[in-house]
């Protein structure tokens, strides 16, 4: 678990003012990092790091010397195009670069270093980019117990939670190539499904959801045929991300017996841009409780490390903007709220659980969540149990009314930290609009 | 569909005679591919093809001039270390390029290319492989009825074939990450489950198995959003190789709902270095047909094509040695034998489906074709279906029992394909050996 430093510390500002206004998601305790290049420009993607409302380029830092000192691998990682070899550096490494980024863009720098970093910003309003790096392998848990049992009671209104559930972190191998970055709008998916009718037909889905999740990026691996011991875990992973598990609930009702999800799921994964690292998130860090009348963990999910602050309070939103929103110049509102916090599971035993078969994790791996449903029934993490199973219009503040997402349809993620006596930091956003299906040949 | 053409003649011979064999797996007719090096060196891996017991170096070839005057692309991909630029390149090429290969083997070919040609040869004894390519996705379907039915009712008695079964092929995504090359040996795994105990357990798996399935390697893909129709399926497929799906059946049982099987196969999954392309498995294609009684395919998995010959006999073996086999220097013994020709659903069937809804298939990804088991019960391709659930041991030859593989057990799965009228061709084999379980610390 990582210790708080001076790079936490609240005080701390940024020669950026726009790093220092109470409602930036990215002030200097952040330091989220993604790969970007100038919007619509066919130059090559470079790593950087967000600081207010700019990205500071790392490879300018490194090609101006402001990163001597550091490991080599460090200062070759800033001058590749995505962030895979900076996740495989691991721990050490990526505290050093934080601890550096800090000092370089604290108030406290030197007029020279302050020069040459603003030759090294560019403004996030006018860059692009794309997914932090390759997915290797992508695997989605299932995390939230009250998601799990809403959705459950729909599919299985005599068994919602399975027995499994409260012993086992659930998770399902699920589709990397189609995982995209953020901003990427979509056509309906087609699917064959059979809701209301005697034979199955093939048709656009007509249940098409969004899921309110984390991801989490795998930096360093593990060898095929050595299980991550518990307390080992959290240092495998590089960071977080927000991440919409795009659902299509009508085809995945019909497929989902007896092999789990698949083209319900496969068509789209959007991913946020900025990858808040796991150091950033020390102050924010919770206990992460079962209560007496539960099972509780088997050894090697526990340990008193997860005990002490094995959660991550991670506040988690969702906002829709309709057609008509967007043609009426109205904002979008939000549909819900959650925390991770909530989560049934910590990341350290989703991981454990992961490898404890000997499966291989490998460097730029992606971990979902699942979806991030709170306790009431208004944090829901998914208009599935928002409508509960569309049995139940929403309401929408501008007079629509939604049971599952419309054509036109934007759907947008977000997530932030705060906790007294810490700075607030943000996760950005996640993005996708839905357009109208394509005709089937 | 690709038509049969001078390179399947049953009478072309090769001036190499252990390539005219009628035992070998390997005859001028079939000429599948692999990565492959010198046995324990250190150098590069490059492509071969096969021919009789030897592995053609196409490097050398492409080096010796002898490729001249086939597209750029294929000479390129001759020097590349693993399979996927050659598989990147599309049918066209990996017809032009099979069809020199072809040429250049064969009994009329000239004393100059003849010796150049067996200076780039190197015994089959001689080499060791690595996967053809960097596994993308892996996606296991579950396609042959027999197994779905077998398995079904041994884990839900009431319901074995769900509703969904006889209309879509039914697939998960699997484990990209520990896809091996055949001949990795392996320690059981460990994990979680509740088999005789009230509470759940972790443990060594008491109930281990392997998978006899086909691989398909996935050639030139499809953008995210277009799908693939049924009649362009096939041209997107670089060829065939044997596939072990390893299986921890108690692990499996105890978290396999809702979403499908996880640890209990992600442990490791096994292919056979060689790759036999579509088209030399031309000659063996078969009908496809389903019964008036069945539910008839929808339209997006039908065609006349697919209905004359979606099916390919390709016939399929598991071979078992104990560690008392090895001791007492016996041979294995087989355990049963199947045929691709009995799976319920076609490979474009397969493909198709997978991109209806707009995922997107890459360069490399690995589609595996589920156990393929036989309408008879000694056709099975699992332990578990054998020993019914490990309620039925099955007697060897040796004098020893099984119901599940035992530490020391070898596994080796073999692939052939033969026709009147056609030359028998070979799949090799994949093999594996089951480790004891390493402590748990």
Avoid at 109 to 132: F, R, S
Avoid at 230 to 253: K, P, V
Wanted: with cysteine; glycine share 8%.
């Amino acid at each position: 678990m990582i210790e708080l430093n001076q790079t936490h510390n609240p005080e701390l500002s940024s020669w950026l003012e726009s790093a220092n206004r109470a409602d930036s998601d990215f002030p200097i305790q952040n330091l989220p990092y993604a790969s970007f290049r100038p919007v619509a420009s066919d130059q090559p993607f470079r790593i950087g790091v967000a600081i207010g409302d700019q990205v500071l380029d790392l490879q300018q830092v490194a090609h101006g010397g402001l990163l001597t000192g550091l490991p080599a691998g460090v200062i070759n990682a800033c001058n590749c195009e995505t962030l895979k070899p900076l996740m495989e550096l691991g721990q050490t490494c990526w505290s050093a670069l934080r601890a550096r980024l800090s000092e370089l863009l604290s108030s406290n720098a030197d007029a020279v270093t302050v020069d040459k970093l603003k030759a090294a910003l560019c403004p996030q309003d006018e860059v692009e980019y794309q997914l932090p790096c390759q997915i290797g392998d992508y695997t989605d848990f299932y995390t939230s117990i009250h998601h799990a049992t809403r959705v459950g009671s729909l599919f299985r209104p005599d068994n919602p939670l399975l027995p499994n559930y409260q012993w086992i972190p659930i998770g399902y191998h699920g589709r990397a190539s189609s995982v995209v970055i953020s901003g990427q709008d979509f056509q309906r998916p087609q699917g064959t499904r059979a809701a209301d009718a005697p034979t199955p037909t093939l048709g656009p889905c007509q249940r098409l959801d969004y899921e309110l999740e984390l991801g989490v990026l795998v930096g360093t691996g593990n060898a095929l045929g050595s299980p991550v011991g518990i307390d080992q875990a959290e240092s495998h992973i590089f960071g977080l991300c927000l991440l919409n598990d795009w659902s299509a609930r009508d085809l995945q009702a019909w497929e989902y017996q007896p092999l789990g999800p698949f083209l319900s799921k496969s068509f789209l994964t959007s991913l946020s841009p900025w990858v808040v690292t796991m150091e950033a998130l020390a102050p924010f860090r919770a206990p992460w409780t079962r209560s007496p009348d539960e099972p509780q963990p088997l050894d090697y999910l526990d340990s008193p490390q997860v005990r002490q602050h094995g959660a991550v309070d991670i506040r988690l939103a969702v906002e829709l903007e309709t057609a008509r929103d967007r043609e009426a110049s109205r904002p979008g509102q939000q549909l819900s709220q959650s925390s991770f916090v909530d989560s049934y599971w910590t990341l350290s035993q989703m991981l454990t659980h992961h490898t404890v078969n000997g499966c291989n994790l490998q460097p730029g791996d992606l971990l979902g969540s699942g979806t991030q449903s709170g306790p009431q029934p208004e944090e829901s993490g998914s208009l599935l149990e928002l409508s509960q199973g569309g049995k139940q219009p929403l309401q929408l503040a501008n007079g629509e009314q939604r049971t599952f997402l419309e054509d036109g349809d934007r759907v947008t993620l977000r997530g932030w930290c705060e906790a007294p006596g810490s700075r607030r930091i943000g996760f950005g956003s996640v993005t996708g609009c839905v357009l109208p299906a394509r005709p089937h040949h």
